[in-house]
């Protein structure tokens, strides 16, 4: 248990569905990311939150759409989605501290996401 | 970003060390090395990390060159639990929430 709280743990969709993935941290962390991880490849960041901004957004389509109503709380919203979207979604959590060079994130255990 | 270069696979026998190398000759000095490592389908999970000082906590120790352009992850009694993809991440100092860009990594298969 990492305190990172992520649902659904599985999910099949059509790719006229819309879906929402969640994610919910317990840390009392200032920041929150999105990460998508393909079949066999390395994991790609797609979303920055700080203090419920988005800071850095990684050339995402627009088909995923992020919210952050709080710094505890992450969702990614997904509407006509295409089979190259299957893959896992991890969410990640980190307190970040202003000076600091560390930067630990607590992974939660993903959303395995398959797109017919 | 300093990028990182690590083996693709490793073995190692349960109870013995396993020892993964990790070269970042490009390392700028106020960038620090993270160890995470994911088992398979869970999420990435931390390990250690340092700047320049040797490192040891209860899950492993990191061993940074002095020139700091390679380290090494030891698990000083590795079990078959710690098969996973080992990532040695080299993370660029910004001050605020900032990326960790994973490669490939190691994967270590730990047998019995």
């Known amino acids: 248990e990492t305190g990172v709280t992520q649902t659904p743990r599985h999910l099949v969709m059509g790719m006229t569905n819309k879906k929402s993935l969640k994610c919910e941290q317990h840390l009392g962390h200032n920041a929150m990311y999105w990460y998508k991880q393909s079949a066999k490849k390395p994991l790609e960041l797609m979303f920055v939150y700080n203090f419920k901004e988005q800071t850095e957004n990684n050339s995402v389509p627009s088909r995923f759409s992020p919210e952050c109503p709080n710094s505890s709380h992450l969702f990614l919203h997904l509407h006509t989605l295409q089979p190259e979207d299957s893959a896992l979604y991890l969410c990640?959590?980190?307190?970040?501290?202003?000076?600091?060079?560390?930067?630990?994130?607590?992974f939660g255990a993903g959303t395995r996401l398959s797109v017919l | 970003d300093a990028k990182t270069t690590q083996p693709p696979s490793m073995d190692c026998a349960e109870g013995r060390a396993a020892n993964l190398p990790c070269n970042h000759s490009?390392?700028?000095?106020?960038?620090?090395v993270y160890w995470y490592r994911q088992i398979h389908s869970q999420g990435p999970q931390y390990i250690i990390h340092g700047l320049k000082n040797n490192e040891t906590n209860e899950m492993a120790s990191l061993i940074i060159t002095e020139d700091r352009k390679s380290s090494t992850l030891i698990l000083p009694h590795a079990t078959l639990r710690d098969t996973a993809v080992y990532y040695c991440i080299v993370r660029p100092y910004t001050g605020t929430a900032s990326k960790l860009t994973f490669g490939t990594g190691t994967r270590l298969q730990v047998t019995l």
């Open positions: 990640a959590s980190s307190q970040e501290t202003s000076g600091s060079g560390r930067n630990i994130q607590y």
């Open positions: 490009t390392i700028s000095g106020n960038e620090y």
